[in-house]
């Protein structure tokens, strides 16, 4: 099955007042037809049309137009790749607020949905979504919010390594400690190393693996 992403333009979502007063919601399945028919006919004035203002302020008519010119195979195989059998359109739109975070909508069923806002669970809908999404966990520090970035196989991974650790943690005053002046390294049943390091008086965790 064929999967046609189409990133709708802020503006959109804005215009037709989705939030504030319950308007219809875009057809992003119309949006493709349009899409079709003015890649099959190049119609420059069509696609530019289409463009959002962010794409409009990154090019010029004159120049799109030139392209186009340039590309009629590549636009006619694109129009003949949306309309075919078993194509599916996918319609999402991002939500950037002041402060840089943001929410990625996704429309289902005609209603947009959250895929993803700030600490919310979701999915990344492209490799650099999910890269942000890494920065983002990083700077707050948040562990869950990194987790849900992962891979569920890797996620799971490092749940049960953490897990092996919590277990053989849970006496420590049973454990093997081998201390030498301000040093000190424990072995951790499971397989784990932990070392140590006491500074000023006050022990801390140098690393563990």
């Not at 409009?56 to 075919?84: F, P, W, Y």
Request: with cysteine.
């Amino acid at each position: 099955m064929r999967r046609l992403n189409l990133f709708l333009p802020l503006l959109l979502l804005a215009s037709g007042g989705l939030f504030a007063c319950g308007g219809a919601v875009p057809d992003a399945k119309q949006a493709a037809a349009t899409y079709a028919d003015a890649a099959e006919k190049g119609d420059a004035d069509a696609l530019w049309a289409m463009l959002s203002e962010e794409g409009k302020r990154a090019t010029t008519k004159e120049a799109l137009r030139e392209k186009i010119a340039g590309s009629r195979g590549e636009l006619a195989d694109a129009a003949k790749a949306v309309r075919a059998s078993g194509t599916r359109v996918e319609a999402t739109a991002k939500l950037r607020f002041q402060d840089g975070e943001y929410a990625s909508l996704i429309l289902r069923d005609g209603h947009y949905w959250v895929g993803t806002a700030g600490t919310l669970p979701g999915g990344a809908l492209s490799p650099e979504e999910a890269l942000d999404h890494l920065r983002r966990a990083l700077a707050r520090r948040s562990y869950p919010a990194l987790l849900r970035v992962l891979r569920p196989e890797t996620r799971a991974a490092i749940e049960a390594d953490l897990r092996s650790m919590v277990e053989g943690l849970e006496a420590p005053e049973t454990l093997d400690v081998k201390q030498s002046g301000d040093s000190a390294t424990v072995v951790v049943p499971g397989g784990h190393v932990v070392k140590l390091r006491r500074d000023d008086g006050v022990w801390h965790i140098e690393e563990f693996d």
